[in-house]
């Protein structure tokens, strides 16, 4: 079946510093996504990727759409404190229903 | 257009009591899928339902089932409840297959 392996499992920010964290599958995938989920709420969609290479944009995050379709990026650029949160990759392969990854935890370094 | 709606957002119940959660989906979404969201654990993928049938059903004992309404409304209803049971309960609904959008959420507490 689907396996996504998203890491890092969790890390640390400083304000202003540059984020990356990433997800990769067993199999191709048609389709990835990134959501981030702030204690207690329900996750929110941030990007959604349907194209292999797509790179795609909102706001300060830019997330891509691996060329080998089994792997996923999500960087934040300059982050700011209400960053602070879980994100989670998910992704399918075609007709497929959507798989998780077990999310990255940021926190702000104190 | 409004998001998804969940009701209530908090639970409190005991243990051998059965409650129902509901959910709302966006307008125009006929899927609906149910997670159980516990600490360390991620998202576990209950069950989703499209035009009133169950589509897929994740790896959840009997006590966990669902419905959903001709309204694209869906209930999920659990049984005997456990301590373990306790957790945040995620309906998504979606526009397509390989979409979702989630909603807040239902907090339950089992005692």
């Known amino acids: 079946g689907q396996q996504l392996n998203q890491s890092p499992q969790s890390m640390f920010i400083q304000e202003g510093e540059d984020v990356s964290m990433n997800c990769t599958s067993s199999?191709?995938?048609?389709?990835w996504l990134w959501y981030k989920q702030d204690p207690g709420e329900g996750p929110v969609l941030l990007i959604a990727?349907?194209?292999?290479?797509e790179l795609t944009s909102n706001g300060r995050l830019t997330a891509q759409f691996g060329i080998t379709r089994k792997d996923s990026f999500l960087n934040i650029s300059a982050s700011i404190p209400s960053d602070v949160g879980i994100y989670f990759c998910?992704?399918?392969?075609?007709?497929?229903?959507?798989?998780f990854g077990a999310g990255t935890i940021l926190r702000v370094k104190s | 257009k409004a998001g998804v709606t969940q009701t209530p957002r908090y639970l409190i119940k005991t243990r051998g009591q059965q409650v129902t959660l509901s959910c709302s989906p966006i307008s125009g979404h006929r899927s609906v899928s149910w997670y159980q969201q516990t600490p360390g654990q991620g998202l576990q993928f209950l069950f989703e339902y499209f035009s009133e049938t169950q589509r897929n059903k994740g790896n959840f004992p009997g006590r966990f089932s669902g419905r959903q309404f001709s309204n694209s409304r869906s209930e999920m209803n659990v049984s005997t409840l456990e301590l373990g049971d306790s957790a945040l309960y995620l309906c998504?609904?979606?526009?397509?297959?390989?979409?979702?959008?989630f909603g807040p959420g239902t907090r339950l507490t089992v005692l």
């Open positions: 199999s191709i995938f048609n389709t």
């Open positions: 998910a992704g399918s392969e075609l007709g497929n229903k959507l798989v």
């Open positions: 990727l349907y194209k292999a290479g």
């Open positions: 998504a609904s979606s526009p397509r297959t390989d979409t979702q959008y």
